[in-house]
């Protein structure tokens, strides 16, 4: 094999080469080990590798996909059209692939990232069922010692007697050390599942789901008495099909959410063709966009205030019945002016009580924050799953679960008895999978210490202190506020272009200034303190993670963020220091 003749580390084959390094002791040395194969670790290898550079990417789960890879949870789809939520790099690949509905089903979307990963023959550099436990910088070579073990595939460890820490990748079999000048982190930012420390959790004798670590065999939930615990994305899009095959569902409400309806249908072929026939012209409209996405939705450029009260009536009607998140985009002020802020959340209230027959009901799951500052949902048939004879729903507001028992879960002293639970309770967003692994920097000090009080990064990308590291849609990135692909594309494209500029002029590292750093820090908290965002307890503050620092980790804007990073690269990479 090459490695152990010490030259190119390449290969064909993982599989052989994992077996020999682990037999023989040799360490294999790549320009750039990728942290995880979704999306961003499935272009980070295909740009890296048409550069020239030595690539590995591993993978704790068996196979491609990221988020898609794994919440399998019923329901779960993408709320971006699928339009635009594809890759753009590739003009063939954006001509062949043809999606079947309007929002893509989690089914399709892992299909997708299936077909790019055999299309461009990524596989070949990607290590399943393995996973990343430590990655440690060496100032004497400049590069980093990545520490590897094979993990289990799915979640069976999740609820086990292994690392329980809710990332359901089970418990390590075998380590191995590679090294890299460059270590990518493709990690994801809503995939390091939060599983609240629930008294009782491992009591409970039937069976449990977490949303974000679902099984890869059917759920069969026919007749059985299933709980749901939580109201997010997941729950609201689980919630109307576990309804219809269980025998009864409660759900576990201690937030209410707004959720404006999808409108899921057929791919309209016509639109498609549209598209297809001037989609670079398409994305490049989508990307001079706020949030890099919806230049076909109409969104409104006039202030909620220099409207008549009928044509904002109208406008919440209109867009009510089209679906999506256009409704967010009735106004232009809609995160920044309360008052139209408070019109938007009391129309969609009015819309749940005309939808759920009971009236206290429909009260309990009427939200009263700031409609958008947690992540607004889009549902088919939420608020009307609540009118089925099947369903209850349990306020834990004022009264939290007290316990997860033997047969059920226990609030205000009252038992609800389950076959079955499924914890929708989200992630330890953005900086939980970074976190989780141990990433000791140039002076041996750990992420988890420099970011015990919140995550800071320049432009999301580099971190001060930790060299030849970046980060794909981190925290100071516009990441979860925009489309997710464009954002992934724009940050590989950036990375890429970085090393090759580094391999040209024979820079062995890079490193962000802390200036640069805490500047961009403040400045990413200026922007959002002009808007409603930080007004509610959202996963973008870190909020739903017990003693999580509060801070506003998404930058809002992809415009003014890509002009920023292209000016950073055009001035030679100002604010991060090479050598
Ligand atoms: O997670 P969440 P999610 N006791 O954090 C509740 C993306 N996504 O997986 O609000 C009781 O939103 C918690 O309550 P509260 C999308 O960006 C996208 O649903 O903290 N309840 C909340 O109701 C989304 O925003 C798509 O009071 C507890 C729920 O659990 C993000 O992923 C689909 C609790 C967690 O909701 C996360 O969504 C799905 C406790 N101790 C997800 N702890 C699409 O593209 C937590 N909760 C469509």
């Known amino acids: 094999m090459a490695f152990l003749l010490g030259v190119d580390a390449r290969s064909p084959s993982p599989d052989v080469e994992w077996t020999l390094s682990i037999r023989f002791g040799a360490m294999r040395k790549f320009d750039a080990v990728v942290v995880g194969a979704g999306f961003a670790g499935l272009y980070m290898v295909h740009r890296l590798r048409s550069l020239g550079f030595s690539v590995r990417a591993f993978e704790a789960g068996d196979d491609v996909g990221g988020t898609w890879y794994w919440n399998r949870y019923p329901g779960a789809r993408c709320d971006v059209e699928s339009l635009e939520y594809s890759y753009q790099f590739s003009e063939e690949l954006q001509q062949e692939w043809s999606w079947s509905e309007r929002y893509a089903g989690q089914p399709e979307i892992l299909r997708y990232a299936n077909h790019v990963a055999d299309r461009f023959d990524l596989r070949r550099d990607i290590e399943f069922s393995t996973r990343v436990v430590s990655a440690h910088f060496c100032p004497e070579t400049s590069d980093w010692q990545v520490e590897v073990a094979a993990a289990e595939p799915t979640n069976t460890k999740l609820w086990g007697s292994g690392r329980s820490n809710g990332d359901g990748r089970g418990e390590d079999k075998a380590r191995e050390t590679v090294r890299a000048r460059f270590v990518i982190m493709a990690t994801g930012c809503l995939s390091a599942a939060n599983l609240p420390a629930f008294d009782g959790?491992?009591?409970?004798?039937?069976?449990?789901?977490?949303?974000?670590?679902?099984?890869?065999?059917?759920v069969d939930f026919t007749g059985l008495r299933v709980g749901i615990i939580g109201t997010g994305s997941s729950a609201i899009q689980a919630i109307p099909l576990i309804a219809e095959q269980a025998g009864h569902l409660t759900v576990f409400q201690r937030t209410p959410n707004f959720s404006i309806p999808a409108r899921n249908a057929s791919m309209d072929r016509e639109r498609e063709a549209e598209v297809k026939a001037e989609y670079s012209a398409f994305r490049a409209r989508n990307k001079s966009m706020p949030a890099g996405l919806g230049a076909d939705m109409n969104p409104m450029h006039d202030a909620f205030e220099e409207v008549s009260p009928e044509e904002r009536r109208r406008r919440f009607e209109q867009r009510w019945e089209h679906g999506g998140f256009s409704f967010m985009a009735s106004f232009a002020d809609l995160l920044q002016s309360q008052e139209a802020n408070d019109a938007a959340a009391g129309f969609v209230r009015e819309q749940i009580r005309g939808i759920v027959q009971d009236p206290?009901?429909?009260?309990?799951?009427?939200?009263?924050?700031?409609?958008?500052?947690?992540?607004?949902?889009?549902?088919?048939?939420?608020?009307?799953?609540?009118?089925?004879?099947?369903?209850?729903?349990?306020?834990?507001?004022?009264?939290?679960?007290?316990?997860?028992?033997?047969s059920g879960v226990r609030v205000g002293g009252r038992d609800h008895e389950l076959d079955a639970i499924v914890f929708a309770t989200g992630f330890d967003a953005m900086t939980g999978a970074l976190t989780r692994i141990d990433i000791r920097g140039r002076d041996g000090r750990s992420l988890c210490a420099k970011w015990e009080e919140g995550p800071r990064a320049y432009l999301g990308l580099g971190i001060a202190g930790f060299p030849n590291l970046f980060v794909i849609t981190?925290?100071?990135?516009?990441s979860v506020l925009s489309n997710m692909l464009p954002s992934i594309e724009q940050h590989v494209d950036w990375i890429a272009d970085c090393m090759a500029y580094m391999r040209d002029r024979g820079h062995a590292a890079i490193e962000a200034t802390p200036e640069a750093e805490d500047e961009w820090v403040a400045h990413v908290g200026e922007v959002a303190s002009h808007t409603l965002y930080p007004t509610c307890n959202s996963w973008y503050l870190g909020a739903n993670v017990p003693g999580k620092p509060r801070v506003f980790m998404p930058y809002l804007g992809f415009p003014p963020y890509v002009e920023k990073c292209n000016a950073v690269a055009a001035n030679h990479y100002e604010g991060f220091e090479l050598s």
């Open 360 to 406: 206290e009901v429909a009260d309990r799951l009427s939200p009263h924050n700031v409609i958008g500052c947690k992540r607004i949902c889009l549902d088919s048939g939420y608020f009307e799953t609540y009118n089925r004879p099947n369903v209850s729903l349990v306020d834990v507001s004022a009264s939290p679960i007290e316990k997860i028992t033997r």
């Open 474 to 478: 981190g925290p100071g990135s516009p």
């Open 201 to 218: 959790i491992c009591d409970f004798e039937g069976a449990k789901y977490h949303t974000g670590a679902w099984p890869h065999d059917d």
